[in-house]
């Protein structure tokens, strides 16, 4: 089946340590997105890319760092720098069609600092 | 930059009654997506509207984009449990990327 699979699912930090969280689309899409969600509001752009091996900071991107030298693939890695790093963390691609750019999510990863 | 504004952020009705949702934008909406959340897994993308006064619907989801192109809404019909979860608007500000509103929680009770 065609989608979009983030590992793992539940993710443990110690504090100072660096952590990449994994995701892989299946869709043929162009575009990938990583995004934050806190408790109680909405979703906050960390980084995005429109093509394989170039990508672009989002609203959030101060202590995050992504990778996209594969089009299936764009993993994230939350460093030592991010203060507040415990959050629920979404993928999703498009296909960046000429009149749509509807973004299909993946079922999310948690991160928890201890 | 654009900003939606979800109202209400929480919700709570009883099973069988018609409900709405609705998504203020401060700019011009060019695309405005509806996405629904259950409570720790992603989202899961509902409808996408463009045009001034444009109107579509999905199973008893009814979802509307002001003539102004600046409000939606989002309408349940005859609400049922599996509605229940968590509603995101999103916005495409024209820079390739989407901008989302703080969600709107919805709770069905039987």
């Known amino acids: 089946d065609g989608g979009i699979t983030q590992s793992p699912k539940y993710l443990f930090r110690k504090e100072g340590q660096n952590v990449t969280l994994s995701c892989e689309q299946n869709?043929?899409?162009?575009?990938m997105y990583w995004y934050r969600q806190d408790p109680g509001q909405g979703l906050r752009l960390i980084y995005y890319?429109?093509?394989?091996?170039?990508?672009q900071k989002g609203d959030i991107a101060e202590g995050y760092s992504v990778s996209r030298e594969k089009k299936e693939s764009f993993p994230l890695t939350v460093t030592s720098a991010q203060k507040n790093p415990t959050a629920f963390y979404l993928c999703?691609?498009?296909?960046?069609?000429?009149?749509?750019?509807?973004?299909?999510f993946g079922p999310g990863t948690r991160l928890t600092v201890l | 930059s654009q900003e939606l504004e979800q109202s209400p952020q929480s919700l709570i009705v009883q099973e069988g009654k018609n409900l709405t949702i609705n998504c203020t934008s401060s700019?011009?909406?060019?695309?405005l997506y509806w996405y629904k959340q259950k409570y720790g897994e992603g989202l899961i993308f509902l409808m996408m509207?463009?045009?001034?006064?444009e109107e579509k619907s999905h199973e008893k989801i009814t979802a509307k984009l002001d003539e102004k192109k600046q409000q939606s809404s989002l309408h349940i019909t005859a609400s049922q449990p599996s509605h229940a979860g968590i509603y995101l608007c999103?916005?495409?500000?024209?820079?390739?990327?989407?901008?989302f509103g703080q969600g709107t929680r919805l709770t069905i009770n039987p």
């Open positions: 999103g916005a495409d500000p024209g820079a390739q990327k989407l901008v």
């Open positions: 869709l043929n899409h162009d575009a």
């Open positions: 509207l463009q045009k001034g006064g």
């Open positions: 700019k011009t909406l060019y695309g």
């Open positions: 999703a691609s498009s296909s960046r069609t000429r009149n749509t750019d509807t973004q299909y």
């Open positions: 890319s429109q093509i394989v091996n170039d990508f």
